[in-house]
């Protein structure tokens, strides 16, 4: 749940000058309010900041009720000293919402009124960019960070930027309570994929549990024959299982699934990075070769996972999940240049909200780069718009995303055991990876489905960092 702490701001002195001008904005920000309330959204109303008593007022109603983000409405035109102390008490972020009632005044009907105090009147109902550069102006020189969506009340384009605001707002509050597992280690030499886990937290938020494989090998030695079938009837609910896997196949990675589902209880998790080859013991060569699938329930079940202990791309899987829009671990596969096209998989893990038809749990002869064989996910991600998303990490340690928008298209894919689909870009495919590699991020991406870009930004501006838009 979000939570919207809502204020207009006008000036008392009008009320007794111009008769009805109070109840009618009081009118507009209640449609405001209406536009903002939604299943998951819940709307703080302060009413109307008219004196600074209310402004203090409203500030101590808004830290409260523990506002994720504060809603300024201009009615008309106000006092910024009725503004400040709203954003000095609190702790949140502000949008600062300049919309007329209208797209532009009726000039003609407007001057027919004669009566000039009316039309005063009528005026300071439109007047609302009168206030915005003082309030801007405010802001800055007290340092408080703002933003600002111009528009009319009905304006759809005012609506899907609160839309993207809103939806960035509830990745960031949900990405600063995200507790993120790491276990085993880093795929050794992948230097792009190393993170500073310290600053990871700064930026995000959030909390890093760093977890011994032993403890998964704890719960797969305790797992009972009820928790087992169990699993093994998950299994053929949630995949498209091949005919040639093997039932102790099926077994040895059904064993493994309840016992990710016990480390995922016992500490917590939102999401997990992982690494690990056991070369050596036979007990953890077991283990590792038979998580796909169970890492692949949980990807699905809102707990997305990243291999290779890319802990920067599991930070993307996890927002593009809270965008909804999947979020599979995803690299370069192979340009297509008679097709101007791209393809991106990976072996492991896959989102299934993003799969076009069911995800097939098929066997593998050979972990490619890795020991063993085992299960492996064949899917292809649905054909329309999709948005990748890197989190990356300059020179001077600074954290930052990597985005790009194109589509989902058809065409031949590689049928090896792995995620993989072909993706057409607005640039050419030659531009596209040389201006993606250039950017600075690692060999990995997260892909979501839908266009993001927009809310991405806004979730940038909010954490604090640069984003690159690719395309």
Request: aromatic share 10%; charged share 20%; proline share 3%.
């Amino acid at each position: 749940m979000i939570k919207v702490g809502l204020f207009g701001i006008g000036l008392d002195t009008y009320w007794s000058q111009f008769d009805g001008l109070l109840d009618r904005l009081k009118g507009y920000q209640l449609e405001i309010k209406e536009q903002l309330e939604r299943p998951d959204v819940e709307v703080i109303d302060a009413g109307m900041v008219d004196t600074s008593y209310k402004a203090n007022a409203a500030a101590a109603t808004f830290n409260k009720e523990q506002v994720d983000v504060i809603v300024l409405f201009i009615s008309t035109y106000a006092l910024s000293q009725n503004v400040l102390p709203v954003a000095q008490k609190t702790n949140a972020p502000i949008i600062v919402l300049n919309l007329q009632p209208v797209k532009a005044i009726d000039y003609p009907t407007f001057n027919k009124i004669g009566d000039r105090g009316r039309m005063t009147g009528e005026w300071l109902a439109h007047c609302q960019s009168c206030v915005a550069p003082e309030i801007a102006s405010v802001f800055n020189r007290a340092q408080i960070d703002f933003y600002m969506v111009s528009g009319y009340l009905k304006e759809p384009y005012v609506w899907s930027q609160m839309d993207e605001y809103l939806a960035a707002i509830k990745v960031v509050k949900h990405m600063r309570h995200n507790r993120v597992g790491l276990m085993g280690h880093y795929y050794n030499g992948m230097l792009d994929v190393y993170s500073d886990l310290t600053q990871q937290s700064a930026v995000f938020g959030n909390h890093f549990e760093i977890i011994e494989f032993g403890q998964l090998k704890h719960f797969r030695d305790e797992v009972s024959n009820e928790e087992l079938q169990k699993k093994l009837s998950q299994f053929n609910h949630a995949f498209a299982v091949a005919a040639d896997c093997e039932q102790e196949e099926l077994e040895r990675a059904a064993a493994t699934s309840v016992a990710l589902d016990k480390i995922v209880e016992t500490y917590h998790l939102g999401s997990l990075a992982y690494y690990f080859e056991g070369v050596g013991d036979a007990a953890y060569e077991n283990i590792v070769t038979s998580l796909i699938p169970g890492l692949t329930l949980l990807t699905g079940n809102n707990i997305p996972v990243a291999g290779e202990y890319e802990v920067k791309n599991v930070q993307a899987m996890k927002i593009m999940d809270l965008l909804e829009s999947g979020g599979s671990f995803s690299e370069f596969y192979a340009m297509d240049f008679e097709q101007d096209q791209i393809l991106l998989g990976h072996d492991g893990p896959a989102h299934f909200k993003i799969a076009d038809g069911k995800v097939g749990l098929v066997p593998v002869p050979v972990y490619h780069g890795k020991p063993g064989k085992g299960l492996s996910i064949q899917m292809k991600v649905v054909n329309g718009p999709v948005t990748l998303l890197s989190v990356a990490q300059n020179h001077n340690g600074k954290i930052f995303f990597v985005v790009a928008q194109g589509e989902s298209v058809a065409g031949e894919t590689l049928q090896i055991g792995n995620t993989n689909s072909r993706y057409k870009f607005p640039i050419s495919i030659r531009q596209f990876i040389d201006d993606w590699s250039k950017a600075g991020p690692s060999h990995h991406c997260a892909i979501g489905v839908g266009h993001h870009a927009g809310t991405l930004e806004k979730a940038a501006q909010l954490l604090g960092i640069e984003i690159v838009q690719i395309c």
